[in-house]
Each structure stands twice: as structure tokens, then as C-alpha cells.
């Protein structure tokens, strides 16, 4: 990897992508092999927003490589409370830790910080905007259960504020995929991305309902659409209502669909859908510890097998 | 009739700035980038839809004892790509040059995303990336389109 920081799936290349996805498949084949390969390294938590799985899963990653981490712990907890700036936390903390993950919740907040920092920056989230890890355990998912040749995926939910979508939407112009986008017209994605993936050539659907192109699909990943989108409880839940999927839902589509979803999910998949060959989630969750751990060995000077 | 003939009717300047070939409709939205409302006195000549050879239609902006910063000129190249600044002293034209479009306009938008990080108390600038339609922030990736002028940085 050429990269220092990782802020945008932007800035992966089709190489990057696939050097990252087989050595996260060796380390997940083989993942003692890697138990003492950083030794003394230690990964700076900064997460100025809630995160479960994410940071969690950067946790285990770097105690499974050997290493081990240090918290800044919860935003109430700490100096930003005082009025402290997001250049002078990051410019402290890099002098107690060997790489940084920072989540934040303003756009832009990652690449800011990487301009102040040495040491490799990882964006786990900046607001609205990217979530290049994410997009990463993403992409490893759809290569193991659906592979990237001739690939159909369909995207709903929050396509406007959802990061998860904006970084993976932008990654998916590296492989052979149709992307269709399944949203409320008030949450179809931002100019920004739009304009990217046109800048690519990607092949590029919008829809507003799923059943359009259901049948199609190899792939479908779906996102959880916030209360606070929308201006009243009840237009939220009539809105809402039309992008959740149940194991009825899925029968008008092909037997190996894959159904993925970033989590933490409420009711936009069913229950039901758990307990059919196309529930993926929970798979694509467990997959953020090897692709994290590959990031991280990668990022910290480890060299592919 | 010539552009030549048609500068003549506005007044000629002493000291200052002559701004030539601006978009037409355009000269209003120079004065924005310009900062110039009228009210700080400087004596201001515009002339708008003037006919032009080479623009079909120009503006023209002479400003009396003003000469433009370097990021005025990057904004002002953006809405008016054609144009050419003279710089006048003792009401002869001593350099002319056409403005460049740059590749990246630093500190001089602030950017409409109330979510970006460079519009909070943070020590970095605000930077846009010129692309084909607009300007683009390069930190959060919003594109502004429309009315840039609109977007100008307060000092």
C-alpha cells in the first residue's frame, strides 16, 4: 500500500483493493501466524461519536496482531470538552501511539487531521462522508459470496448521509458492477457522489421502489434510514416502511442473493431473513476483524505472504 | 465599431484597475468578489452587454485606486474566464494580463456544507478544487455550482 492515511475509498485503486482482500483472507485462513507480528505497537482510539462495531473491531484487530491500544475514551470524558480544536487532540495523541483510527462527525474531519499528523491516520468515519474500512470489510464480503465479475448490486436505504454508501459506491467503480440505488427521492445521494461516479463511468441506476430490480440482483445491501431525516414521526414511518425487507420480500429474488447490511440495523430487515442462506450481516461483521487486521499490518510495514 | 470605441464612454481612470472581456451580465457579481458596494467612496465605472468580437457581449469594471489581490483573481477568474486585468497608474495601462483559471482556490470560499470541517474553529483553510462546472471542497467534496460570489469568504 502507497497510502500513509486511509480517509477516502477514493483513494483505492483496484490494487490497493485487492491487496488488502487476500491478505485479509490469509490472516483469516491462518490468524495465529499473525499473533506477534506487532509487538509493542500501539493503535490511538479517537472517536468523538458512538461506535460499537467499528471500534470494537480495531480493538480486536490490533490485540490479535499483538498489539494493543490507547482510548481517548468518550468526548464527555476528555479535553475536547473544553473546547480543545480536533488539530491540537490529534497532535497530542499521535506522540503516545504509532498509528491513529479517528471517527468524528463533521466531513472532512479526517483528511484535516491527517495534514497535522505523522503517523498513519485511518478515517473511521467523518459525518456524512467516508468510511473507507467499512467499505473494505464490504468489498470482501461481496468478493467471497458474490465475487466482483459481472456483478449486480442493489443499494437502499439513506443514500444522501449514509458514509457506508458514499465509500462504497465510489470502490464499486474499481470492479465489473451495475449499482442501483433504491431510495426515498429525499435521500437519492449527494451531488458529490453522483458526479464521481458519472467522472468514472460507473453504471448507475436510481430507483424508488425495490421490486424493480429485486429479481437482478446478486447483491443487496441495505441501510438503516434515520428518524432524523425527516421532519415528523409519522412521514418517518410511512417513508421508512417502504425499505424494510422480510423473508417474503425475498422470495422475488434469485436463490444466491446476498443480503448485506453495515449495522446496527432496527427494522428495515426482518428477523425472519436471519435464518435464510441470503442473510450475510452478521458474516460481514466478523469480517471487519481480518480486513482491519490486514489494514493495519499493511499500513504499520507488514509485508503480504 | 471597435472595443476600443466603446471603453472611451466610460471615463478613463487615473490610478486603479480596468477589468475587460467579463462575461456579460457578469460585472455585478466582480464588484461582490471585489468587495465593492459603493459605500467606501472609490469611484466605480461599469459598463454591462457591451458588444464584444471576441464574447459577443462584455462587461467592463474600472475601479479607482484599487488593485486586485491574487485570490481575487482566482475567484474572478472563475465567473469570468476571459477576462483581462489592466493595471492603470497616472492613466496609462503599465500591465495587462488575462486571468488564469487556477486548479485550486485556497482560503477564499467558505464552504456552504455547515458539517465540513473548515468552517469550524479549527487552524486549517478552506481549499477548493476548480473542476469542470464549479469549485469542489477538498475536504468534504461538496461542489458549489452556482452564484459563487455568494460564497465568499468574510474578512
Known amino acids: 500500500m502507497r497510502h500513509d492515511h486511509i480517509i477516502s475509498a477514493k483513494q483505492l485503486s483496484r490494487a490497493d483493493i485487492e491487496e488488502v482482500l487476500d491478505h485479509a483472507a490469509a490472516i483469516a485462513a491462518d490468524p495465529g501466524a499473525y499473533a506477534d507480528r506487532h509487538a509493542d ?4 482510539m479517537l472517536f468523538f461519536e458512538p461506535s460499537t462495531r467499528t471500534k470494537m473491531s480495531f480493538t480486536t484487530a490490533m490485540k ?17 470538552k473544553k473546547g480543545e480544536s480536533l488539530a491540537d487532540t490529534v497532535r497530542v ?12 462527525p463533521m466531513e472532512g474531519s479526517a483528511k484535516m487531521a491527517s495534514e497535522f499528523v505523522d503517523v498513519p491516520l485511518v478515517n473511521a468515519g467523518d459525518g456524512a462522508g467516508q468510511h473507507p474500512t467499512q467499505t473494505l470489510l464490504d468489498l470482501y464480503t461481496i468478493r467471497e459470496n458474490a465475487g466482483f465479475d459481472d456483478l449486480t448490486i442493489g443499494i437502499m436505504g439513506d443514500l444522501k448521509y449514509g458514509r457506508t454508501v458514499h465509500s462504497l459506491a465510489h470502490a464499486l467503480t474499481n470492479v465489473d458492477a451495475r449499482q442501483h440505488f433504491v431510495s ?21 441506476r ?93 499500513m504499520l510495514g507488514g509485508e503480504p505472504e | 465599431m471597435t472595443d476600443d470605441d466603446q471603453q472611451l464612454r466610460v471615463s478613463k481612470i487615473r490610478n486603479g484597475t480596468v477589468i475587460d472581456h467579463i462575461t456579460g ?6 464588484l461582490a468578489i471585489l468587495g465593492i458596494d459603493g459605500t467606501s467612496g472609490e469611484s466605480v465605472s ?22 486586485l489581490s491574487q485570490n481575487e483573481v482566482d475567484v474572478l477568474s472563475l465567473i469570468a474566464p476571459a477576462a483581462s486585468i489592466n493595471i492603470v497608474r497616472d492613466y496609462e495601462v503599465i500591465e495587462k494580463h488575462r486571468v488564469e483559471r487556477p486548479s485550486v482556490v485556497e482560503g477564499v470560499l467558505e464552504c456552504p456544507n455547515h458539517n465540513c470541517i473548515t468552517t469550524e474553529d479549527e487552524p486549517v483553510q478552506s481549499r477548493f478544487a476548480v473542476v469542470e462546472d464549479g469549485v469542489r471542497c477538498e475536504y468534504c467534496d461538496t461542489i458549489i455550482r452556482d452564484n459563487l460570489p455568494a460564497h465568499i469568504l468574510a474578512d
Open chain 2, 25 to 30: 451580465g457578469q460585472a455585478l457579481n466582480v
Open chain 1, 64 to 80: 490479535r496482531l499483538g498489539g494493543d491500544i490507547v482510548d481517548m475514551g468518550s468526548v464527555e470524558s476528555s479535553s475536547v
Open chain 1, 184 to 204: 426515498p427521492e429525499s435521500l437519492q445521494l449527494p451531488r458529490s457522489v453522483r458526479y464521481d461516479l458519472h467522472q468514472e463511468g460507473a453504471e448507475v
Open chain 1, 41 to 44: 505497537t500501539l493503535l490511538g
Open chain 1, 206 to 298: 436510481e430507483h424508488t421502489e425495490l421490486d424493480e430490480i429485486l429479481p437482478e440482483l446478486d447483491v443487496l445491501y441495505v441501510t438503516r434510514i434515520q428518524r432524523e431525516r425527516f421532519p415528523d414521526e409519522s412521514e418517518y414511518r410511512e417513508v421508512a416502511g417502504q425499505y424494510q425487507i422480510d423473508s417474503e420480500t425475498l422470495a422475488a429474488a434469485k436463490d444466491d442473493l446476498t443480503v448485506m447490511h453495515p449495522l446496527p440495523r432496527v427494522d428495515e430487515i426482518a428477523h425472519d431473513v436471519d435464518d435464510t442462506d441470503h442473510a450475510k450481516y452478521f458474516q460481514q461483521a466478523h469480517n471487519g476483524v481480518p480486513v482491519r487486521m490486514a489494514l493495519l499490518d499493511l
Open chain 2, 46 to 67: 461599469v459598463a454591462m452587454n457591451m458588444p464584444s468580437d471576441r464574447l459577443g457581449k462584455k462587461d467592463i469594471v474600472k475601479v479607482e485606486g484599487k488593485e
Open chain 1, 93 to 104: 495523541v499521535e506522540g503516545y501511539a504509532d498509528a491513529l483510527v479517528l471517527r468524528h
